[in-house]
Nanobody, 119 residues
Framework: QVQLVASGGGLVQAGGSLRLSCAAS????????MGWFRQAPGKEREFVGA????????VVADSVKGRFTISGDNAKNTVYLQMNSLKPDDTAVYYC????????????WGQGTQVTVSS
């Protein structure tokens, strides 16, 4: 059974930083990529960024580029999201997820961690 466990959320003032972590476990777990999504109240889920293990490529959404950095450790099946210069608009539940191939959907999801940025 595959599990993704996210941690590191919390309450922070605007301009502050947080670092999220997500660890995947499961005897048969392997992935092509692991990523982060977020969903704010009343809004659709939004892609934040992902790490593609092959080649170590990392991508982030334009909305967070320059403020958020995504990284990971393939050997540990762990992905990180460093969030700097946080804004109230970044307030959301952040989810990590994994996909098995470049064309597969993200099919394993973590439980989500709340990030709240106060003004």
């Amino acid at each position: 059974q595959v599990q993704l466990v996210a941690s590191g959320g919390g309450l922070v003032q605007a301009g502050g930083s947080l670092r999220l972590s997500c660890a995947a476990s499961g005897r048969t777990f392997s992935s092509y990529a692991m990523g982060w999504f977020r969903q704010a109240p009343g809004k659709e889920r939004e892609f934040v960024g992902a790490v593609v293990w092959s080649g170590g490529r990392a991508v982030v959404a334009d909305s967070v580029k320059g403020r958020f950095t995504i990284s990971g450790d393939n050997a540990k099946n762990t992905v990180y999201l460093q969030m700097n210069s946080l804004k109230p608009d970044d307030t959301a539940v952040y989810y990590c997820a994994s996909r098995a191939t470049s064309v597969a959907p993200y099919d394993y999801w973590g439980q989500g961690t709340q990030v709240t940025v106060s003004s």
